[in-house]
């Protein structure tokens, strides 16, 4: 049964591709992505109602929505806004989360001249994240699987990435634990090889997908690897309010090297400060610390 479906890919890739021809094609897919996470609130005397608040904000941090709109060349994938951010009510306090990098805005890819523009803040500054697009070795595999309506394809790929740590500790630490914590911190990450697995559908003969991934035969629907999956939960094909794709151009131009230099630098004048201050206060209250 597998080998007729591969068989049929050309007959079906030149019927879908011929679906495509208006020049005013556009569709949009909207992505869920999920991460885990343990958290460990061992010894902490963090009472049971309140854990359960921290774990549901860290549930809508680590759960997010995406939309990508796309052209036959072109597409912008941009996180959905929320009008409830994680940082806490009156008087609650708030959790401040560092992950490496600031608020994010369009991430526009082109597959015709191979650009990748991300736009991102930091620290009230405006950078303009430009490269090539990221190559990917895929492998096809022969198994299929339907997502939603759409039968996809699976293919594998392995990409090199800094190994994340995966756990959240709360609790208290003194002065020596967090200079410790904070100086390996501060050392060069250490990588790892990740194996991707996406599932694309020849239904939508673009070679687009969410975040960095891109040039398969077909939309990527799911992409999982490491502790996150990404999942197509809408497709709108042809929608009435069409979105125009454009490459941003607003903020200052670095490379995605050059400005994860940036940020790793502001992070450790961060930490320098906050440690200080714990220093000059003579005491380290209830702390949370996660890398990502």
């Not at 560092?98 to 369009?106: D, V």
């Not at 022969?142 to 990435?161: H, P, R, S, W």
Request: hydrophobic share 35%; glycine share 12%; proline share 4%.
């Amino acid at each position: 049964m597998k080998n007729i479906v591969i068989k049929s890919l050309p007959i079906l890739m030149l019927f879908a591709i011929s679906s495509l021809s208006a020049q005013d094609f556009q569709g949009k897919a909207i992505y869920q992505t999920k991460s885990t996470m343990d958290m460990d609130f061992s010894g902490t005397g963090i009472p049971a109602d309140r854990i359960k608040m921290i774990k549901e904000r860290m549930k809508g941090f680590l759960e997010k929505t995406f939309v990508l709109t796309f052209n036959k060349t072109a597409s912008i994938y941009k996180e959905e806004e929320k009008l409830e951010q994680m940082g806490g009510g009156p008087g609650g306090g708030g959790m401040r989360m560092m992950m490496g990098g600031g608020a994010a805005g369009n991430h526009y890819k082109n597959i015709q001249t191979k650009v990748s523009k991300k736009e991102s803040e930091f620290s009230g500054k405006n950078f303009l994240i430009s490269d090539g697009l990221k190559t990917y070795d895929w492998k096809m595999e022969q198994d299929t699987k339907m997502i939603g309506q759409n039968l996809c394809f699976k293919a594998t790929t392995v990409i090199e990435m800094a190994v994340k740590n995966t756990e959240m500790r709360f609790g208290r630490r003194g002065p020596e634990g967090n200079k410790k914590e904070d100086d390996k911190e501060e050392q060069e990450p250490e990588m790892e090889q990740v194996i991707v697995t996406a599932w694309y559908t020849l239904g939508i003969p673009v070679s687009h997908g969410p975040d960095d991934f891109w040039g398969l035969p077909g939309l990527i629907l799911e992409v999982a690897y490491g502790n996150t999956n990404i999942l197509c939960t809408k497709i709108v094909m042809n929608p009435k309010d069409k979105v125009e794709i454009k490459e941003p151009k607003k903020g200052k131009i670095v490379s995605q090297k050059e400005y994860d230099k940036i940020i790793g630098e502001k992070m450790k004048e961060m930490r320098e400060r906050f440690r200080n201050e714990r220093e000059k206060g003579g005491h380290d209250g209830p702390g949370m610390r996660m890398r990502g």
